[in-house]
């Protein structure tokens, strides 16, 4: 039986009174797993855990089967993308990224590169040469990711790796994540913004207070949320005749009219859904725009919590 690539066993880790991660179980053996929950919740004390850098105050914590504390070997296989930097700011990203695969044991001519080529994987070639201080922290991040694919791991962790970047940066970047794990690198990935996540990968570990909040493919953590109404919003000229409409039927439990939008909340959205459609082409109603409120993982995020 093959072990799961992360599993962990009543896992707890305090720092005095503070409970960061609190009786953790779970275990994962997904190419790409998205670490999910608000600022505060424990992710980054769990990535630390299992790359090895904290030692559990309770429990165990396993990856690929072997405990990562002081395990050189297995970290070796590592790279790891951490939440904030610490750059030395006069080097270059050129000079920054080949020093780190030197370190990893790359020779001089051979860490250049690899370094080269990790910063056209992350588009900062055309700042290769740049002191990092003048860098935007967009450009920063991109250089984290760099350092940690230099290497050539087949094992990634990044910790909130999209924080701060552009719409077209975070785009590259979760395309390039993906490609590593189409490539048989295994992607362990934090993050509080969920759909950058629902963009990755559908295999999520929700964290909450330390807690495990749930676990699963994404479809599983919907289906959980079944039973909450799921809101609509409709942009219309006639929002009270709609309205009145919509009530009418025995799914839809909550109607709010403010000016020209209608909000809904439906216990069967996909009803729902294909009755406005019908109503919007008739000859009844005018529906200018439809958004789901509730249609990503922002709204599952909030139910499970309630």
Known sequence: MTAANYSTGGLSKWFGQVIAVNDLTFESSAPIVGLLGPNGAGKSTLLKLLTGQLRPSKGEVKVFGNDPWANRKMLARLGYCPEHDRFYEDLSPLQFVTLLTRLHGFDKEKAARVSLEALELVQLSAKKDKPIRTLSHGMRQKLKVAQALSHKPDWLVLDEPLSGMDPLGRASMIALFRKQAENGAKVLVSSH??????AMTTDIIM??????????????????IDAHPHRIALSTDQPRELGRELLKYDDVVRVEINNEKVIIETRKPDDCYTRIGELAASDDFNVNS?????????AVFKYLVK
């Open 193 to 198: 913004v969920l759909h950058e996540l629902e």
């Open 290 to 298: 439809m958004v789901s409120l509730d249609d990503n993982l922002e």
């Open 207 to 224: 964290l909450n207070k330390g807690r495990l909040l749930a676990q699963g493919q994404m479809q599983q953590i919907r289906d959980m």
